[in-house]
């Protein structure tokens, strides 16, 4: 079995920056993609930024120039750094993560189970 773990988030003022982390542990052979989606309260949940196991990145037109996502293979650990952060990114972030857990088998998608970013003044 495979868990994601997500720390860092919490209240920031706008303009400010958070970091947040992504954990996994458990049976792990090898990430592919992680991800971090967000869900704002009445809103459907959004993918905001990915990155592969090769540190190619990609993020959503709403985050480009404001956060960086990036990962540590070794420790099994992805990061979304969210600085000139806005009102509109108060959500709950969610890590997602494309796991292997045996050499030779299918992998799978596992979910965290979030971490609450509120920008409030």
């Known amino acids: 079995q495979v868990q994601l773990v997500e720390s860092g988030g919490g209240l920031v003022q706008p303009g400010g920056s958070l970091r947040l982390s992504c954990a996994a542990s458990g049976s792990i052979y090898r990430i592919y993609a992680m991800n971090w989606y967000r869900q704002a309260p009445g809103n459907q949940r959004e993918w905001v930024a990915a990155?592969?196991?090769?540190?190619?990145?990609n993020l959503a037109d709403s985050v480009k120039g404001r956060f960086t996502i990036s990962r540590d293979n070794a420790k099994n650990t992805a990061y979304l750094q969210m600085n000139s952060l806005k009102p509109e990114d108060t959500a709950v972030y969610y890590c997602n993560a494309n796991v292997q857990e045996w050499a030779g088998t299918t992998s799978y998608d596992y979910w965290g189970q979030g971490t609450q970013v509120t920008v409030s003044s």
């Open positions: 990155i592969t196991r090769g540190g190619i990145t």
